[in-house]
């Protein structure tokens, strides 16, 4: 019954490789989105996707990109990763509640680029 | 522009109350929240408040919102060992986009 579930919880890869992480939420939510957290626990958004439609694109190089095939997915891939791009990342869905937009977390993907 | 800022650490005793400050800039916020992020989680939302309510009171849990300073804080009442974790205050802006602080540690003490 996990509400935002991320796959895989840990990624270990090379530089210059592609991977991707997926996410799935069974809140029924019309919204989600990817955060990355770095070492210091500093967390920023990086995409919001409405209804399979991009709303919120941040200052992301274009080497992430989001791929939402319905309202209950939303996967993130990467290529040619870097050293930099080692971190956590959070998938998070949310859905206007009464005007309230409560953002509910996946437990996260860590992210190791060696 | 739009800048959350806390306090980076906060000790205290079993027992005592907590309370983690944030401060925000960006003045058109409708809602404010609080969440806890324990070691090897996700961030576990732990209440919000209203921008037009200077107070919210959810069991040991206490937003206290000054909006004319733009300073939120988190009061936890009776603070216990499970309470040790990084908490983190977001302002909600346009486009259903949340801003985070940098995250408050709190380690309480036996």
């Known amino acids: 019954d996990t509400a935002v579930s991320q796959t895989p919880k840990y990624l270990v890869t090379q530089m210059g490789n592609d991977k991707s992480i997926k996410c799935e939420q069974n809140l029924g939510h019309d919204t989600m989105y990817w955060y990355k957290q770095d070492s210091k626990k500093f967390l920023k958004i990086m995409f919001s996707y409405n209804n399979k439609e991009l709303i919120i694109n941040e200052t992301v190089p274009n080497r992430f990109s989001p791929k939402s095939p319905d309202k209950a997915h939303l996967n993130l891939h990467i290529n040619s990763l870097e050293l930099g791009d080692s971190a956590v990342y959070f998938c998070a869905s949310s859905q206007k509640t009464g005007g309230t937009y409560e953002q509910y977390f996946g437990p996260g993907t860590r992210l190791t680029v060696t | 522009g739009e800048d959350v800022e806390q306090s980076l650490f906060l000790s205290v005793r079993e027992g005592d109350s907590s309370v983690i400050n944030c401060t925000y800039t960006d003045s058109s916020s409708t809602y404010l929240y609080w969440y806890k992020q324990e070691p090897g989680a996700g961030l576990q939302l732990l209440t919000y408040i209203f921008s037009n309510m200077d107070m919210k009171q959810d069991q040991r849990l206490t937003v206290l919102l000054n909006k004319k300073d733009k300073h939120l804080s988190l009061r936890i009442a009776d603070t216990q060992t499970g309470d040790s974790a990084i908490y983190f205050c977001?302002?909600?802006?346009?486009?259903?986009?949340?801003?985070f602080g940098g995250g408050t540690r709190v380690l309480v003490k036996p």
């Open positions: 977001a302002e909600k802006a346009a486009g259903n986009k949340l801003t």
